[in-house]
């Protein structure tokens, strides 16, 4: 009996001391050298992630990182997603993390005026999306603007945020708009914004440029905007960037989108606009202007008859050639 309590009381002593470590171990800084972000994948269990964590060095032992997470009940409730660890986190810290689901909150920024090609592109590149882009994705559905979103979700949920913010946007602003516009559709605002979206890069002139498109449109007068005609261009040439300034030729090469060639509107989009340009489409200057160019400064000079134009026109060409 004694012997038999000899053996009992060091086998208390033993596991008392394996808990009393497990816990000093779990309750103290980790072994985690430098910031570090680790995935767990959707499905891969509570033993597997506790596997891929002492990988990473997140936790030191992970024998006594489980046991003491099947204790609480807490291996229950982690949940996947990827996850940043800071230099000597604790296993407690690392745990409670898991718990509370505090992943990496990812962002991609669509800016305006870029086209679903190029949109696409980006988000392709992006290897913390999974899945594929759908196809036949309409030109101007998709909203310009940071979208947030955590590992592995889904390209194809992303794009559905995009459109339906889009369309909501659309249907908002449509609803707001100034009276006797040449705009008979959602659509056709949308294709006229995407065309000042990609005419200025400066914010103050979107709704004069906007303003001198309205304008033609009400006399029966054609856009003549460059950006459609290189867009046309490029759909010709199997949605492949044209890489090259525009030539006469080019001017007068037939298209959908050539707004040198046709009378109206191009019968979709160019881009993707902002909400800034549908506004300044739906919401124009008042003016009797017909004509802009570059002013070789980022905006541009505007005017209402063809002879301040072509004077404008010049004063360009002898500030390039400075």
């Known amino acids: 009996m004694r012997k038999f ?5 060091i086998l208390i002593v033993s596991v008392a001391a394996v808990v009393s470590f ?3 171990d779990f309750t103290s800084p980790g ?3 430098q910031e570090t972000n680790v995935v767990l994948p959707r499905g891969s269990g509570f033993s597997k992630s506790v596997d891929i964590l002492a990988e990473n060095d997140v936790i030191a032992y992970p024998l006594f990182f489980k046991m003491i997470a099947y204790a609480s009940g807490d291996a229950q409730r982690i949940k996947a997603g990827e996850y940043n660890f ?3 986190i604790s296993p407690r810290e690392a745990l409670q993390m898991l718990v509370d689901g505090k992943v990496v909150v990812r962002k991609i920024t669509i800016a305006e005026g870029l086209n679903v090609r190029e949109i ?3 988000m392709n590149a992006d290897n913390s999306l999974a899945g594929e882009v759908p196809k036949n ?3 101007g559905s998709l909203f310009p603007e940071t979208y947030h979103f955590t ?4 390209r194809s949920a992303l794009i559905s945020r995009m459109q339906e913010k889009m369309k909501k946007t659309l249907d908002e602003l449509w609803e707001k708009r100034s009276e006797k516009l040449p705009l008979a559709s959602k659509k056709e605002a949308l294709v006229l ?5 990609k005419e200025t890069g400066v914010p103050d002139e979107r709704s004069r440029v906007a303003a001198v498109f309205i304008n033609r449109l009400r006399i029966g007068m054609k856009l003549q905007s460059d950006p459609t005609t290189v867009y046309g261009l490029e759909k010709l040439n199997g949605n492949q960037p044209l890489g090259r300034a525009l030539t006469i030729n080019d001017l007068k090469t037939p298209s959908a989108y050539n707004t040198y060639v046709i009378d109206a509107l191009p019968p979709e989009p160019i881009a993707n606009p902002s909400r800034e340009a549908i506004e300044a489409v739906l919401h124009p200057l008042e003016t009797n202007e017909l004509y802009f160019v570059a002013t070789g400064n980022g905006g541009h000079s505007f005017a209402s008859t063809l002879g301040q134009h072509n004077k404008n026109v010049q004063e360009y060409r002898a500030r390039v050639r400075r």
Not at 193 to 197: D, R
């Open 120 to 122: 696409v592109a980006l």
């Open 22 to 24: 497990a816990w000093q």
């Open 193 to 197: 914004a995407s065309i000042v979206e």
């Open 137 to 139: 994705i309409e030109e």
């Open 86 to 88: 800071s230099p000597a």
């Open 5 to 9: 309590l000899s053996i009992f009381f």
């Open 31 to 33: 072994s985690l050298e």
């Open 151 to 154: 590992y592995g979700d889904n």
